[in-house]
């Protein structure tokens, strides 16, 4: 079967600008991240045009910025350079901006980003992992659950935005109760929850703790960053994750996005689509378009 040839939302990118200035992590002494012990080559610009190059020869119509950890001290200064860009550029068309849902002020902070038209939704990573202290983002694995997170959840309901979720298998309990007790918010799971490997433990506790997500129609799946692990094109990984996830949720609740810059550190851009295309091959037609493009343009408003 040939490979999808039609349009691509591509809902999971970053753009980097000025980084001295806006990113302070960038700044920080160097210390394994969730991406790499050593991502020298992610502290660069990274610009919307450069993006639009990049992307060019797979017919990506339309794309999602999503935050990438800007200086959280004014974030809706990352917003206003994004609408800026998309103003000037038409890229990107919608934007998922940073707030830390805890804060006494979000509703002050989510009117900051609200000012500018192309604002959909929220990421704040509450990813823990279990065993590696280097992917944590936050201090316990149901950080997510607090009552501060939770009236920061309903802060979002109210304005219709989506929620960016990026965990690891053992935190989906806590994706799936906040699915559960916010059915208005619509949520994605970044990255397609993270599977780490194809160990068979590690396969088996991802696949069962997805099994929680899928009678919950407000959660949907963000097919990304498959190789943020792997570090290489890994399509064996690409094409089970896809495979189980599709099988699972269906083409209306899972669509593609890139993770790009990231994933630049190992491989262009062009490479990474035409791999998630063939992990795509088997499927339809008609599930390709949703899969990389009608799904998130539904989700986001687009």
Same mark, same amino acid.
């Given at each position: /079967?040939?490979?999808?040839?039609?349009?691509?939302?591509?809902?999971?990118? =970053?753009?980097?600008w000025?980084?001295?200035a806006?990113?302070?992590? /960038?700044?920080?002494p160097m210390?394994? /991240? !969730?991406?790499?012990?050593?991502?020298?080559?992610?502290?660069?610009e990274?610009l919307?045009?450069t993006f !639009?190059?990049d992307?060019?020869?797979?017919?990506v119509?339309?794309?999602? @910025?999503?935050?990438?950890?800007?200086?959280?001290?004014?974030?809706?200064?990352?917003?206003?350079?994004?609408?800026?860009f998309?103003?000037?550029h038409? %890229?990107? @068309?919608?934007?998922?901006?940073?707030a830390?849902l805890?804060?006494?002020?979000?509703?002050k902070?989510?009117?900051? =980003?609200?000012?500018?038209?192309?604002?959909?939704?929220?990421?704040?990573?509450?990813?823990?992992h279990?065993? +590696?202290?280097?992917?944590?983002?936050?201090?316990?694995?149901d950080?997510?659950l607090?009552n501060?997170f939770?009236?920061g959840?309903?802060?979002?309901?109210? @304005?219709s935005?989506?929620f960016?979720?990026?965990?690891?298998?053992?935190? %989906?309990g806590?994706?799936?109760e906040?699915?559960?007790? =916010?059915?208005?918010?619509?949520?994605?799971?970044?990255?397609a929850? /993270?599977?780490?490997?194809?160990e068979t433990?590690?396969v088996?506790?991802?696949?069962?703790?997805?099994?929680q997500?899928v009678?919950?129609? +407000?959660?949907?799946?963000?097919?990304?960053?498959?190789?943020?692990?792997?570090?290489? !094109?890994?399509?064996?990984?690409m094409? =089970?994750?896809?495979?189980?996830?599709l099988?699972m949720f269906?083409?209306?609740?899972?669509?593609?996005?890139?993770?790009?810059p990231?994933?630049?550190?190992w491989?262009?851009l062009?490479?990474?689509?035409?791999?998630q295309?063939?992990?795509?091959?088997?499927r339809?037609?008609?599930? +390709?378009?949703?899969? %990389?493009?009608?799904?998130a343009?539904?989700?986001?408003r687009?």
């Amino acid at each position: /079967m040939p490979l999808y040839e039609g349009p691509i939302v591509d809902s999971h990118h =970053h753009t980097i600008w000025d980084c001295e200035a806006n990113y302070p992590w /960038m700044s920080a002494p160097m210390r394994p /991240m !969730i991406f790499g012990d050593d991502w020298s080559d992610l502290k660069q610009e990274y610009l919307i045009e450069t993006f !639009i190059g990049d992307s060019a020869s797979h017919n990506v119509s339309q794309s999602v @910025h999503v935050q990438a950890n800007f200086d959280m001290t004014r974030p809706a200064d990352e917003t206003k350079g994004l609408q800026g860009f998309a103003d000037q550029h038409g %890229f990107p @068309h919608a934007i998922v901006a940073y707030a830390d849902l805890t804060e006494p002020n979000v509703e002050k902070t989510l009117a900051g =980003h609200l000012a500018y038209a192309n604002t959909r939704g929220i990421r704040q990573q509450v990813y823990w992992h279990k065993e +590696n202290e280097y992917w944590r983002f936050v201090d316990q694995p149901d950080f997510c659950l607090s009552n501060a997170f939770r009236r920061g959840i309903s802060a979002l309901e109210s @304005h219709s935005l989506t929620f960016d979720w990026q965990g690891f298998a053992p935190q %989906f309990g806590a994706l799936a109760e906040l699915a559960k007790a =916010h059915s208005g918010v619509r949520f994605c799971l970044v990255h397609a929850g /993270m599977l780490t490997s194809l160990e068979t433990s590690t396969v088996n506790e991802w696949t069962d703790a997805l099994r929680q997500l899928v009678p919950l129609e +407000n959660a949907f799946i963000k097919v990304s960053g498959l190789n943020t692990f792997s570090r290489r !094109i890994d399509e064996p990984l690409m094409a =089970h994750v896809t495979d189980t996830v599709l099988d699972m949720f269906g083409a209306d609740r899972c669509f593609y996005g890139s993770n790009y810059p990231v994933e630049r550190m190992w491989t262009s851009l062009d490479d990474y689509t035409a791999a998630q295309k063939r992990a795509m091959a088997g499927r339809s037609d008609e599930m +390709n378009a949703r899969f %990389f493009h009608d799904t998130a343009k539904a989700f986001y408003r687009i």
